[in-house]
């Protein structure tokens, strides 16, 4: 009997517009480099021989791809063909792609269907006009050059190897691409900004391939029970509506609560599209010097995660991996992440929405030269496309652009490039707080943020002896920024290296090496500890939940295995479990 071969990351790719309608194109695909990027002119796209087989959406570095080059590819190629009937091919046909990294040029059947410039935001063709019933052929051709300084790339490594900070690179697709078959108007987003305080929510809709007679319905519900609807008469390609609601459930920290929604555009007593998603009701605000959620001062008491994996490098190798991360960082007490230089899937939203998990929404500006006139052009619209993307997740309290932009070679970094950055993203979303970069050189934040690594617990907490009498804050670069009082944040802190591997003599982490685990408990309950009883933080994100490559200051192992016995994850979890002294004011 022939082996039927699944699918890898069948889910449904983006969770907040359901539609029926899904074909993933997940899984084996014709590859090939295009190391002198000559290929194009060659038009490799209608000739091409693809000699290799690469495992989508997993991207050509990894093992899950069945390739795992791990050198640079300026260029590569993918190839699939699809079969669609004549029931799929009657309306129109969108392609999605979830992320390719970094610029992508897309042909079907021959025939170019566009392009796209950026390697951590999704983004959608219209292939209508390309596509037929019966056998169809689909190329790719991504090209990646993070050595140019022109694009951002994150953590992914300049050098061969990987070094210090930075990690394996990722080339190509590395999320989930397919197909949706849509009728000839349809519901192309929308925007749900709750109002917790009247018991509603207001409904922002965009509409692709208007028609007069339109009327689009919303419909809530709270674990099946209806709690509300709402009509509209459509005039125009964008509809506003408001939905009251019958209860209120807000969503907060592990309570997770979610109302499901649904979307109906319908014309003549029949429905032309139907969508599902789900928003939550909650607040979030910065007041004074603090931070609140639902109206109450809370402490973040969150956990850097980079989103890497042995396996799939920036893909995890299923959903059940993107929840169990946030599960194992739950179960020591933290209460949300900062989604570390990358802009995170969809389904990792999901889960930290449906787990009541807090997390900063961050894109991956590192090896991008802000100094650079070309720096805005690359950056700007792929963030803004990240924002809007992601602005129904009620898990995203905050977003923060941009981290660490050093000055480079002496000459301060365009200050301009990071207020026009933060001041578009409040434009986009007024709903949430900006920091402007994190950890250095804050030109204007809504809330002022430090990184810090030192080890010695006296030492670090001298360091916020002054912040803890309320006048004034630690520093880390008091001649390039200066607090204008918001609330203070230490985003960055612990870092301690512990590995015991046969390998511990090839990484590295903060500080001195501990003699035993004893000590890196008292390193990182103490300096935790000394966060926590600061009447003036409002949150702090330890360094970091698991093991990266090289960097081995994890609580967990690059495999997500434990580290430390039991007891240090006992007392971990203990000491989060204390009331922050800024929640006791």
Known sequence: MEQVKTIPRPEYPRPQLIREGFLNLNGEWEFDYDYGVSKKERRYWENGAFPLTVTVPFCPESDLSGIGCKDFMNAVWYRRTVTLSPEQVKGRTLLHFGAVDYEAEVWVNGQSAGTHAGGYASFTLEVTRLVHSGENTIVVYTRDDN???????????????????????????????????????????????????????????????????????????????????????????????????????????????????????????????????????????????????????????????????????????SDEALRRDIELSMALGFNGARLHQKAFEERFLYWADHLGYLVWGEHANWELDITSARALESFLPEWLEIVARDFNHPSIIGWCPFNETWDRAGHPQDDEVLRTVYLCTKACDPTRPVIDTSGNFHVVTDIYDVHTYEQDVDTFRRLFAETAKGETVYENYPDRQKWEGQPYFVSEFGGTWWDTSEHAEEGWGYGERPQGVDEVQARCIGLTKVLMENPYVIGSCYTQLYDVEQERNGLYTYDRKPKFPESFYDVLRAQHAQKAAIEAK
Request: charged share 20%; aromatic share 12%; hydrophobic share 35%.
């Open 147 to 317: 050595r140019s300084g022109a694009q951002p790339s994150g953590k992914q490594s300049t050098r061969y190897e990987s070094y210090g900070c930075s990690y394996t690179r990722t080339t190509g697709i590395w999320q989930t691409v397919w197909l949706e078959f849509i009728p000839d108007t349809f519901i192309a987003s929308y925007k749900a900004v709750p109002d917790a305080a009247n018991g509603r929510v207001s409904l922002s809709v965009k509409l692709d391939g208007y028609v007069d007679g339109l009327t689009l319905r919303a419909v809530s519900s709270f674990e099946g029970k209806e709690t509300g609807e709402a009509c509209a008469r459509v005039e125009s390609g964008h509809v506003c509506l408001s939905l009251s609601l019958s209860e209120t459930h807000l969503w907060d920290i592990a309570q997770p609560n979610l109302y499901d929604l649904r979307l109906s555009l319908e014309r003549d007593g029949g429905i032309v599209d139907d969508v599902r998603g789900y928003f939550g009701l909650r607040t979030v605000a910065v007041k004074g010097r603090k931070f609140y959620l639902n109206g109450r001062s809370i402490y973040q008491r969150l956990v850097l995660d980079q989103g890497f994996y042995p396996d799939g490098i920036y893909t995890a190798p």
